[in-house]
């Protein structure tokens, strides 16, 4: 493939005003009018969308003079910076390309297909003696995969099927020309009861060996009304050359593969292989479907859902699921049943004759038996959707104590996400503070957060609570402000794509008083963050405090909000409350420790992590005292043993 990389063309007056599309449409002018691919990239550098077409220039040029149809689009377009171009020398260059290209850098605004990469496949091993198995990773080793099965019970049975009519090994012996040779394996129990025709021992040749994998690799592509046929042949040429054995034993296979052929659902009266494909559209999601029919007969199906579509043609969104789909499958049907025509057919079909040596016939129907599968494919897709969207649904449920709160405290959006700070001490000393995260009225306990405070004392000595509050929302919130500053992004504009910026919270909840509110109101403003909901939570009566209200808000005793703030705060209570403990604990035996003669803060800071107490160095001193030597060093555990045993 020859490609020509052609200069960037700067499309920062892009979002400008109108009177500066004059100088874009100057530099727009200069893009070749060959094929090739378009990236558009954002003012990082990102590519947004790629594309490709049959003319650059007036392809690229159609975003900026005609109005976008809908609102992504127009986001779309908002967003570019740069466009970079790719020359092509042909159009199948182009599509492989550009399918390359989305399938590597993922762009924001292609149509993204998601893979269905837990489902299993069945693999038929690139070796001299091929092995069948089932596995969930493809690799590119030259192995053959077909699937993936979305019924595993389905790949179950039709692995256990092969393995009762074809005498296919199981084990995972390297079984080569050369170790055959040196005698280097023995026949298994599976060569004794008639599974496997012992190739480990050169009792099967590789060309006969590969004679059955062929006929297997037939059974996979739903070939098997073609395979029968053959087989009834071979037979009745044996019977007729009086090699009955050999004739017995494909009767057998017959008998097995003709039940298997009875039970696969019959849909058309021809015995063509073909694929159905059709999808549905909803707002931003699609999905695709395939449906494989051999010989007249279902044999399997794939789906495909999609995002990023609200904007895409369906010959884009029809596209991008024919190159992904067999792009993977080993087997191209002789038909391609399609729901409407798409542009560049003629380029499939040179990609199909150039991975395939084989030329498809895209075929859209009209009327008859075709339609009808093809709608069949399309109910089947919708259902799919649905069942997508339901569990979506499911998801997002948003509790009623979640809206009762928005109520309550009059917020301007729904408290999705509530983060909530509890400061802990026991006379003044490891005080520390508690973050704790709630998600649609849930713990959402990998977000929790421990701070262990420094500005702990206050002028007098004693513990400063609004001190300590200050310091938490600082270094919880100070990482937002400076990501926002550097991305040049405004609080209420967060963008969610940006995985460098941490995500404001919709409620900040403070346990304490007005007080301890202003303290943490005070910190946002200073470090840029304004116009954050956020309020205060005393114990006392259970009083809401909000900035800039002298009085404690009134909320109902039986509101459901009230009872979740409550959760929230006794949730983040109990957090800082464990953390505090754990540090007086680790405290205390490093103290215990320290005391004895010999043992420093490092050699206790040792002890502490590898024992974890006092009692349980007791206990391993007693119970295994060299086991203890070994682990502490012998001068150390003579020491503890002294101590520790006199009881220190």
Request: some cysteine; hydrophobic content about 35%.
């Amino acid at each position: 493939m020859n490609l020509h990389l052609t200069s960037k063309v700067n499309l920062q007056s892009l979002i400008m005003a109108k009177p500066k599309r004059l100088g874009l449409e100057i530099k727009l002018d200069n893009l070749p009018t060959t094929s090739g691919i378009y990236q558009f990239k954002d003012k990082v550098g990102k590519v947004i969308y790629l594309g490709k077409a049959k003319n650059l220039r007036n392809r690229v040029r159609s975003y900026f003079v005609s109005k976008p149809v809908n609102p992504l689009t127009s986001r779309m377009i908002s967003l570019i910076r740069d466009v970079e171009i790719i020359n092509t020398d042909s159009e199948v260059e182009s599509l492989i390309l550009e399918m390359n290209m989305i399938k590597r850098l993922k762009p924001r605004y292609n149509v993204n297909l998601k893979d269905d990469k837990s489902f299993p496949y069945i693999v038929v091993t690139n070796e001299p003696f091929p092995r069948v198995f089932p596995t969930r990773k493809r690799r590119n080793d030259g192995s053959k995969y077909f699937g993936p099965y979305t019924d595993v019970g389905t790949m179950r049975y039709s692995l256990k099927l092969l393995r009762d009519i074809f005498m296919i090994r199981t084990c995972n012996l390297n079984i080569t020309q050369e170790a055959i040779k040196k005698k280097k394996f023995k026949v298994c129990l599976e060569y004794h009861i008639h599974k496997c025709e012992g190739p480990c021992e050169g009792l099967v040749s590789e060309a006969r060996y590969n004679e059955m994998i062929t006929e297997v690799e037939k059974v996979l592509n739903g070939k098997t009304d073609t395979l029968i046929k053959e087989l009834r042949q071979k037979m009745n040429e044996a019977a007729r050359n009086e090699k009955y054995e050999e004739a017995a034993l494909i009767r057998n296979k017959l008998e097995s593969l003709e039940v298997y052929s009875e039970k696969q659902k019959v849909v058309s009266e021809d015995l063509l292989d073909k694929d159905i494909i059709n999808f549905v559209k909803e707002e931003n999601d699609a999905c695709a479907m395939i449906l494989n029919i051999r010989d007249g007969k279902v044999i399997g199906k794939r789906h495909f859902y999609m995002d990023s579509v609200e904007d895409k043609e369906s010959n884009e969104i029809l596209e991008s699921v024919i190159f992904k789909y067999y792009s993977e499958n080993e087997f191209v049907p002789d038909y391609v049943y399609l729901p409407e025509e798409i542009e560049d057919i003629k380029a499939l079909n040179d990609w199909f004759t150039e991975k395939n040596s084989k030329k498809v016939e895209f075929i859209f129907p009209k009327r008859g038996e075709k339609v009808h599968l093809l709608q069949m494919v399309r109910a089947n897709a919708q259902y799919l959707l649905d069942e997508l969207k339901l569990q979506r649904l499911k998801r997002e449920f948003i509790p009623n104590s979640v809206t009762s709160l928005k109520r309550d405290l009059r917020l301007t959006k729904l408290p999705r996400r509530i983060e909530c700070f509890d400061i802990s001490n026991i006379q003044g000393t490891d005080t520390v503070a508690s973050m704790v995260v709630f998600e649609d009225g849930r713990p959402k306990k990998s977000d929790y957060r421990k701070f262990k405070i420094k500005t702990a004392l206050n002028e007098a000595g004693k513990p400063d609570d609004f001190a300590s509050i200050r310091e938490v929302i600082y270094r919880r919130y100070i990482k937002n402000a400076e990501e926002m500053i550097n991305n040049n992004v405004l609080v209420e504009q967060i963008n969610t794509d940006s995985k460098e910026i941490m995500l404001l919270p919709d409620l900040v909840v403070i346990d304490g008083g007005k007080g301890q509110l202003s303290s943490a109101v005070k910190v946002l403003n200073d470090i840029g963050i304004e116009n954050q909901n956020i309020i205060g939570l005393a114990k006392r009566l259970e009083e809401v405090f909000i900035p800039g209200a002298s009085e404690a808000q009134s909320i109902p005793k039986s509101s459901g909000g009230l009872k979740l703030l409550q959760r929230i705060r006794d949730e983040a209570h109990r957090f800082a409350i464990t953390f505090h403990r754990s540090l007086r604990d680790k405290r205390t035996l490093k103290s215990e420790l320290e005391d004895i003669e010999g043992i420093g803060k490092i050699t206790a800071q040792k002890l502490l992590k590898a024992f974890g107490s006092v009692d349980k160095i007791k206990e391993l001193i007693k119970a295994n005292f060299e086991e203890f030597e070994k682990k502490a060093g012998k001068k150390t555990a003579e020491r503890l043993k002294t101590a520790l045993l006199n009881n220190y």
